[in-house]
């Protein structure tokens, strides 16, 4: 009888983080994935550790998982990278709206400082002329899911996690996982499968959010910190079937990662070169060298989207021992380490370092 | 074609890549009375074997092709036009100042094929190239004079490669064919009953007297320091190391399939590396595109003239006047399985890559960096081998060859691309 | 047959009309450009797919030299030129 402390199903950032966090914690982990660690929206995420500010629950976890983020600022597979968020106001309307920002984000503890537009061209040269200004967040970071989620998994198995790769759960009872392989598991478990949530929790509503995006040839110096126009918020927080919204990060070797856009009701991987125009076209008005810069590759991921952007984290109501990480839409990677915390501290009945109740699964249950 | 940017052009039949194939078809589609758009991202006509030499001009054999295409009327070339992506009827090129998007009624797909190269200890410092490499960089003006180099690979195109380089005043130490003497005399033997490949290669040999013939040789290992200095070769009698300016060395061609993939079209992977597959009209599986040359499988230039042709006719209609060739077609696509036939590699080839060998050229990724990873994204993801400059072309080539991973789909943009092309294909 | 100047490195180097880049690079160096892990690298495919050969132009990076014709005036930048490697 294989019996575990925790059950983690599905192991991209957010159940890696888990599986990593509980075993951390002394727990006995099974981690299971049908595919490949950190091979969904993981792999196809920026990587950027941002701090948005419009939501205040969504801000809290985002602010504690940034500091969570530290501990990876000197390996070298994370690629970690404080080139900070630089948000960009085209009007003086959109510069006015920054004052509030500012505020909440000193409220939850994130340095932050309004930039005029002659200090917005010395931080960042290659912008479009006319520009109002816009908004520093010095701590922001980039890193590389791919490597960090296989690295969280590996960390856990050295501290005797067994790993299923290549299984998938085929049901969940009280307390028990039956594999495609015949293997019963026994344990509380924790479903952190991404867009794959409605497999497993059907009543939990989860919508897949598609993205473009485009990765530049290398040009060393072209762009120091990671930049976004002050309405991808809009786009993020939005419910319009698709937008696109400026931003664009500079990677380790001087690629441009070129973003963004976001799109209900496709669930096919393919890239729509009418996505890309009309995002490549919103990013040439920011950046006016991008034209004739090269491109090198193109790709779409899917953002798991909750009711209400927030991710649900905590218990499922009604079923004693089974737990959900999911629904994260474009925060995945900024908040996966926070989620974790949040999760495992509540297994083991902690006191969680935030409130935890506006993630509560029993908000959206059905 | 108008040269204004992004212009939506309808063009009745549109070739892609001017090599034999390419050639063939637009002549044939021409003679018939169709209006030809013709594109290469080459500076002119020739593709690969065809190749127009600074020095010498084109082969013998491209001249009466070459100058048809140059008088046709019907026949408007695009050159230095680089296809980055298709679909839906139209493909997306860009030009060196420009982008358009070509919308078509037929397309032949014609874009050739280009050099196996496969790695060994040293195989990335600066004067080693493919055998097909050399002589292409040669005849564009490449400084050779002088110069010592070792051919070395496998097949037909090493003798070739050789002589232009003589041509050019190389000395060439010596060709190395890694097929044992027996195949080689075996493939002579057969050639026989192609009496134009026969003289062909032949003449060849005649042109390098004097330069050593090796068979059942390859190189181990290449070593210099900024550049190469010598190589090592494997030899039935043991290994010696013979110094040199540069090394020529390929295995063999693989087929440029990566715009037919991203149209749709139905591969076939008999072999290593995947081909085009067609009806006997040379119809690919997505309607209105054709294919012929060496995207189809290997077979050389005499093959690929003739299913140029084929292809040319049969999406302007003769089909008649395809089904004739047909019998041409299948006679020279015999010579290409000779060529599978004598000269496989020896395994040995596959193993001389180490666990610290450069196997992604464009990222620095060695093979041992590979070790442990069961699928090739996974391996991807965590390495950065196949997300450089080349986009898997080489790397993928080689991971194919030596059956590790599969090589990887094509996608837009088919080669870097400018981000306003890009931006142009909505 | 007609030649033209081109510079490399700021070297001027003559190559006659209709030869390549690359041709013109390999007449003043060995190195083209630098891997990622620091090693000097050159043509190899004479094609166009191997992107070894890549030089700056002009004002335009990552440009393949073997499939550029040299024309009169151009300025082209090797890894030896570059501040930054490529």
Not at chain 1, 16 to 38: F, N, P, T, Y
Not at chain 1, 274 to 294: C, D, I, N, T
Not at chain 2, 42 to 66: C, E, I, K
Request: aromatic residues 6%; hydrophobic residues 45%.
């Amino acid at each position: 009888m294989k019996t575990f402390d925790l059950i983690v199903v599905g192991l991209g950032i957010v159940g890696a983080a888990c599986a990593d966090v509980a075993a951390a914690a002394g727990l006995k982990v099974a981690a299971i994935e049908a595919g490949a660690i950190g091979g969904g929206a993981t792999a196809a995420a920026m990587g950027h550790l941002v701090a948005l500010d419009e939501d205040p629950a969504e801000l809290a976890l985002a602010a504690y998982s940034q500091r969570l983020w530290q501990e990876f600022a000197d390996l070298p597979l994370a690629q970690y990278n404080r080139c900070g968020t630089l948000w960009v106001a085209r009007t003086a309307q959109e510069q006015a709206a920054i004052e509030p920002k500012l505020a909440r984000l000193h409220a939850a503890g994130v340095p932050a400082q309004s930039v005029d537009s002659s200090d917005l061209y010395r931080l960042e040269p290659g912008l479009a002329p006319d520009l109002a200004g816009g908004l520093l967040v010095p701590e922001d970071a980039v890193v590389y899911p791919p490597t960090i989620a296989r690295e969280l998994v590996a960390r856990a198995c050295r501290r005797r996690a067994t790993l299923h790769l290549g299984r998938r759960v085929q049901a969940l009872d009280d307390g028990c996982v039956l594999l495609d392989d015949g293997t019963h598991l026994h344990g509380p478990t924790l479903i952190a499968t991404g867009c794959a949530l409605p497999d497993l929790l059907p009543a939990l509503p989860l919508r897949p959010r598609k993205g473009h995006l485009v990765v530049t040839s290398p040009y060393p110096g072209a762009l120091r910190h990671q930049v976004l126009e002050l309405g991808y918020a809009d786009s993020a927080h939005g419910t319009t079937e698709s937008s696109v919204a400026f931003n664009v990060q500079p990677r380790p070797g001087g690629q441009l990662l070129i973003g963004s856009s976001r799109e209900f009701g496709s669930d096919s991987s393919e890239v729509s070169m009418s996505m890309v125009g009309r995002m490549l076209a919103r990013a040439f008005e920011f950046l006016p060298a991008l034209p004739q810069l090269q491109a090198l590759r193109i790709w779409t991921g899917f953002r798991p989207c909750s009711v209400d952007g927030r991710p649900y984290l905590g218990p499922i109501p009604g079923r004693r021992d089974l737990w959900v990480a999911a629904g994260h839409e474009g925060l995945g990677i900024t908040t996966a380490l926070a989620s974790a915390h949040l999760l495992i501290d509540q297994l083991l009945h902690r006191s969680p370092a935030i409130d935890p109740r506006p993630f509560w699964p029993a908000r959206a249950w059905r | 074609m108008s040269k204004g940017a992004h212009a939506l052009e309808s063009v009745e039949l549109l070739v892609c890549g001017a090599g034999p194939a390419g050639v063939a078809a637009a002549l044939a589609a021409a003679a018939r009375g169709a209006r030809v758009v013709l594109i290469d991202a080459q500076a002119q006509a020739g593709g690969g074997v065809w190749r127009h030499d600074l020095r010498f001009g084109v082969p013998r054999t491209a001249q009466r092709r070459l100058a048809a295409l140059r008088r046709s009327a019907r026949i408007q070339c695009l050159f230095e036009a680089q296809v980055v992506a298709g679909g839906g009827g139209e493909l997306l090129v860009e030009t060196p100042d420009d982008a358009a998007r070509v919308r078509y009624d037929k397309l032949v797909i014609a874009t050739g094929a280009r050099e196996l190269l496969l790695p060994f200890p040293g195989w990335t410092l600066p004067g080693v190239t493919g055998a097909g490499g050399l002589q292409a960089l040669v005849k564009q003006g490449w400084p050779i004079k002088g110069a010592r180099v070792v051919v070395a690979g496998s097949g037909p195109l090493l003798l070739a490669s050789a002589a232009v380089l003589r041509k050019h005043g190389a000395i060439v130490l010596g060709v190395h064919e890694q097929a044992t003497r027996q195949r080689v005399a075996k493939f002579a033997a057969a050639l026989a009953r192609w009496p134009a490949h026969a003289l062909h290669a032949a003449a060849l040999r005649m042109r390098l007297a004097g330069v050593t013939y090796r068979c059942g040789e390859f190189v181990v290992r290449a070593e210099g320091d900024d550049r190469l200095r010598a190589v090592v070769m494997q030899t039935p009698q043991g290994t010696h190391r013979i110094d040199c300016d540069y090394l020529a060395i390929g295995y063999g061609l693989v087929p440029n399939v990566e715009l037919a993939q991203l149209l749709g079209c139905r591969m076939q992977n008999d072999g290593r590396h995947a081909s085009i597959a067609t009806d006997e009209r040379l119809a690919t599986s997505v309607e209105h595109v054709y294919a012929a040359g060496e995207v189809r499988g290997i077979g050389g230039a005499r093959s690929a003239a003739i299913e140029g042709e084929i292809a040319g006719l049969a999406a302007v209609g003769a089909h008649n006047a395809a089904t004739a060739l047909r019998g041409r077609q299948r006679q020279a696509r015999r010579f290409a399985a000779l060529l599978t036939e004598h000269f496989a590699l020896n395994p040995d080839i596959y193993d001389l890559a180490q666990a610290d060998t450069v196997i992604c050229r464009c990222e620095d990724v060695p093979l041992g960096a590979l070790a442990g990873y069961t699928d090739a994204r996974s391996a991807k993801l965590a390495t950065r081998c196949g997300m450089g400059a080349c986009q898997g072309r080489i790397c993928g080539a080689v991971l194919a060859e030596l059956q590790r991973f599969p090589q990887p789909p094509a996608a837009t943009p088919l080669f870097p691309a400018r981000l306003s092309t890009l931006e142009a294909f909505r | 047959m007609s030649r033209v100047v081109l510079y490399i490195d700021e070297r001027a180097i003559s190559v006659p009309r209709g030869a390549t880049v690359a041709a013109a690079v390999a007449t003043a160096t060995s190195r083209f450009r630098v891997s990622s892990g620091g090693a000097p690298r050159a043509a190899v495919c004479g094609m166009g797919v191997c992107f070894e050969c890549r030089v700056r132009i002009d004002a335009a990076l990552h440009q393949r030299a073997c499939m550029v014709r040299a024309r009169d005036g151009m300025r082209v930048t090797t890894a030896a030129g570059s501040a930054a490697h490529e």
